[in-house]
Nanobody
Framework: QVQLVESGGGSVQAGGSLRLSCAAS????????LAWFRQVPGKEREGVAV????????YYPDSVKARVAISRDSAKNTVYLQMNMLKPEDTAMYYC????????????????????WGQGTQVTVSA
C-alpha cells in the first residue's frame, strides 16, 4: 500500500514556473512507476509525466514534454514535477499516481492503470 500527498500548487502568471511535490509513504518499491496527471472539470484525466520506480526513466506526452520535467528524490520518497513557461491552459487539478509493481509500468498515460492516487493540488495560470 502506498499513500501519496501532493503539494506545491498555486496561482501563477503565464510564463511562470511551479514545482509540484508528491510525498510517498509506504513501500515505494511496491510500485512500478509514478506519474503526474491533470484534470479540468468536464474533461478526462490527462497524463503529464511518468517516472519508473526502478531506473528512473522518464516519459512525457508530446503536448508538454518541452515544458515539464519529472524527477525523484529517493531519500525523501518524493517525486517532483517542474513546470516551466506555464500557460492558462495548464490550469487544472494535478494528481500524483502510482501503478502497483508486478506487471511493470504499462499504458503510461491511462489513469485506469494507476491504483494509487493523491488528493490533488490545484494549479491556476492567469493570462
Amino acid at each position: 500500500q502506498v499513500q501519496l500527498v501532493e503539494s506545491g500548487g498555486g496561482s501563477v502568471q503565464a510564463g511562470g514556473s511551479l514545482r509540484l511535490s508528491c510525498a510517498a509513504s509506504g513501500d515505494i518499491y511496491s510500485t512500478s512507476c509514478l506519474a503526474w496527471f491533470r484534470q479540468v472539470p468536464g474533461k478526462e484525466r490527462e497524463g503529464v509525466a511518468v517516472i519508473l520506480t526502478t531506473g528512473g526513466y522518464t516519459y512525457y506526452p508530446d503536448s508538454v514534454k518541452a515544458r515539464v520535467a519529472i524527477s525523484r528524490d529517493s531519500a525523501k520518497n518524493t517525486v517532483y514535477l517542474q513546470m516551466n513557461m506555464l500557460k492558462p491552459e495548464d490550469t487544472a487539478m494535478y494528481y500524483c499516481a502510482a501503478q502497483p509493481a508486478g506487471q511493470g509500468c504499462i499504458s503510461l498515460y491511462n489513469p485506469g492503470r494507476y491504483a494509487y492516487w493523491g488528493q490533488g493540488t490545484q494549479v491556476t495560470v492567469s493570462a
